[in-house]
């Protein structure tokens, strides 16, 4: 990602975080909701997502984690990402980046990301 891509999209997600913070996904009928949860009737690993962004950026973690467990399990990673690809250059980006982006860590996310999906529907978490 290009300097310019790198302003764009920091841009999208501070506006979208901005809309998040004032506006409460539940109070807003123009708030999308969950396409998977509407035709089959299960959460997605997704579902909360914007309830719980809403009250982390508010800083109410613990309700965050009632809405969307995944989310607060997932910021450290994001950070750490946001850190080594836009804030670290050179060598020490290069050094964060062969964690952040091994094999073994997407690996290790994505079956944590399906064994949330299967978890919050089985348990009702």
Not at 25 to 45: E, I, N, V
Not at 90 to 117: D, K, N, P
Request: net charge positive.
């Amino acid at each position: 990602m290009n300097r310019t891509e790198k302003i764009i999209f920091g841009a999208g997600a501070l506006c979208a975080c901005t809309a998040l913070f004032f506006l409460n996904p539940t109070q807003h009928d123009f708030m999308p909701r969950c396409l998977w949860k509407s035709m089959m009737g299960y959460d997605c690993p997704g579902c909360g997502f914007q309830r719980a962004l809403h009250a982390a950026l508010h800083g109410r973690l613990l309700e965050a984690a009632h809405y969307n467990l995944f989310l607060i399990l997932v910021i450290p990673y994001l950070i750490a990402l946001i850190v080594s690809d836009w804030i670290l250059t050179g060598e020490r980006a290069a050094r964060w980046q062969r964690v952040t982006h091994s094999q073994w860590m997407l690996w290790g996310y994505v079956v944590l990301y399906f064994l949330w999906w299967v978890l919050r529907n089985v348990m009702g978490i």
